[in-house]
């Protein structure tokens, strides 16, 4: 399981014009999940965000876990991409959408975060906060 991790000011995520998540100070996460992730890979991935240290303390040093901030989650299977080869990403990694869908909202309920539609369209708006950009890698 991958995500590219953003620390924001604010984020929403439309599918159709539509607002179907918004967050205030917090994190966007883009969730990309592989064919060997499971239920446990899912909850290790929602314990590391919740745990990141990433947010300024009082001395204003990344100290600081999330604590009450927003979540905001999208999937993205084309986290999972390899390109090691050629110019066009094979996807072969990714997991098949039902079993992506299911750990993918383990991890949003697990975190109580707000999310875009699972394979829609989807448009996603945020203000970076610092910038701040983590990539994590689960097994």
Same mark, same amino acid.
């Given at each position: 399981?991958?995500?590219? *991790?953003?620390?924001?000011?604010? &984020?929403?995520?439309?599918?159709?014009?539509?607002?179907?998540?918004?967050?205030? #100070?917090?994190?966007?996460?883009?969730?990309?999940?592989?064919?060997?992730?499971?239920?446990?890979?899912?909850?290790?991935?929602?314990?590391?965000?919740? &745990?990141?240290?990433?947010?300024?303390?009082?001395?204003?040093?990344?100290?600081? #876990?999330?604590?009450?901030?927003?979540?905001?989650?999208?999937?993205?299977?084309?986290?999972?991409?390899?390109?090691?080869?050629?110019?066009?990403?094979?996807?072969?990694?990714?997991? #098949? #959408?039902?079993?992506?869908?299911?750990?993918?909202?383990?991890?949003?309920?697990?975190?109580?975060?707000?999310?875009?539609?699972?394979?829609?369209?989807?448009? *996603?708006?945020?203000?970076?906060?610092?910038?701040?950009?983590?990539?994590?890698?689960?097994?």
């Amino acid at each position: 399981m991958k995500a590219l *991790v953003q620390r924001v000011s604010r &984020a929403e995520v439309r599918v159709d014009g539509a607002v179907t998540g918004a967050i205030g #100070p917090g994190l966007l996460v883009l969730l990309g999940v592989g064919h060997d992730d499971d239920e446990a890979t899912a909850d290790r991935m929602a314990a590391k965000l919740r &745990a990141l240290r990433i947010f300024d303390d009082a001395d204003g040093r990344m100290n600081e #876990p999330l604590g009450d901030r927003g979540v905001l989650c999208v999937s993205q299977f084309t986290l999972m991409a390899d390109t090691r080869r050629g110019n066009r990403p094979s996807f072969a990694g990714a997991a #098949p #959408p039902d079993r992506a869908r299911a750990l993918y909202e383990r991890v949003c309920d697990a975190l109580d975060a707000q999310r875009g539609v699972f394979g829609a369209h989807m448009e *996603v708006e945020l203000v970076n906060d610092g910038p701040v950009t983590v990539l994590l890698e689960v097994i």
